[in-house]
């Protein structure tokens, strides 16, 4: 929510698509990742999916690969931050 509202009054007060809030390795990105794992640690503890084994062994690998990928895109210039809802798949 605070990306969401952060990236929406960037884009307010420049009248422009800004990306200062819309950082994939932010402060509020690291929050959220935490509150979720406390929230699913706390509600999921009792007992056991057989889905979310397969998941938390895959997790980790694509986790860190999607960010080594978002990174080679953004230094070589071939995302396109002006339309933002066709960058993001």
Known sequence: MGITLGTRQALIVNSAFNDRWYLYCGPLV???A?????LFKNTLN???LPVLGTLARYS??????HALF???L???HY???????LDLP
């Open 74 to 76: 953004r230094t070589r």
């Open 60 to 65: 980790q690998p694509i986790y860190g690969f």
């Open 34 to 38: 935490i509150s979720l794992l406390v």
């Open 46 to 48: 009792r007992r056991t």
């Open 30 to 32: 690291f929050i959220a």
């Open 70 to 72: 978002i990174h080679f």
């Open 79 to 85: 995302d396109d931050m002006s339309q933002p809802l």
